[in-house]
């Protein structure tokens, strides 16, 4: 269990992190979603306590990062975006010099065994880290992670840098960590997130921008979503009809290829669905549905929306958008 509350980070004067609570329960894997430069890293090592905060709060466990650093710290993993391997050392000398640092105190064979099984480094475990492949280096990254068996995992952009085939391995790796681990993954991709998590915080600026479960997200915007039509009927008349549907709050007339129909699209009041009316305004007429769809909104039109357009984003209650503008102050901390 992951508690931030009231978070902020200034670096000199930079506020790169504005006041942001969130939550993750035992056993979620949240992915953390935002643009470059967005706070996902400010926020992940100053959970890991990495990094010190400027205000608020942060709990793993029920332990304060702050207060009770040591109890907090060895229930946490962490792979940073770029991971601090040695690479003259070879991948079980690794693994083994990271139990002695962590202070582990389980059977040491049969732990190192059991993360180069998982992870996939049996069969390069006498292989020096130099000589190995980004993809097999993250795999060392994620093993480092998992000594000591910590409850829950901070994975910083897992696979940035890797190929196609690389990304694919990891992530179900990932995702099977999460089976057992509480996972928290950042990343500015949202194929990404959507590939491996249930949950997503969006961050931008510096702020938490939105939070929840991507299917409701995309639901609770998609109540607002228009309806495409393309009918064989009177232009005009059927106009007319859906401007008339008491929730509809706009109707567009697009251009339609198909010889003898027309397009509209119907914009409905806010939490309005209307598809059914639309079929009863065409049929009313005489006319025949070729085409009806409610355009869904995707997780990456929210991203965009929240992260690119602030007027629009104003627009969705559980907003708090900023327009922060970057500035590079290093104040030393890390
Ligand atoms: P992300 O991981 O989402 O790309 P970061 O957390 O790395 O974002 O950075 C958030 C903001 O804080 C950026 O504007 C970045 O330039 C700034 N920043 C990060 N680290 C430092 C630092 N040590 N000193 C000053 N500014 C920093
Ligand atoms: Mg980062």
Redo the contacts with the bound molecule.
Sequence with gaps: MIEVSHLSKK??N?L?VHDVSFSVGSGEIVGFL?P????????MNIITGYLSLSEGEVKIDGFDITRDPEKAKKRIGYLPEIPPLYPDMKVKEYLNFLFDLKRVKMPRAAHIDEIMEITGLKTHQNRLIKNLSKGYRQRVGLGGALIGNPDVLILDEPTVGLDPKQIIEIRSLIKRLGENHTVII?SHILSEIQAVCEKVII?NG?HLVAKGNITELSESLSADKTVSLCAVCDKAALKTALENIPGAEKVEEKPEKTKGACRFVITPKSGEDIRSAVFDAVVSLGGKILELSANAVTLEQIFLLLTENAENADAISMLKTTNKK?D????G??
Excluded: Q
């Design positions: 670096y000199g930079f790169a935002g470059n430069g967005a706070g996902k890293s400010t926020i950042s961050i510096g970057e590079e102050t290093d104040d901390d890390i």
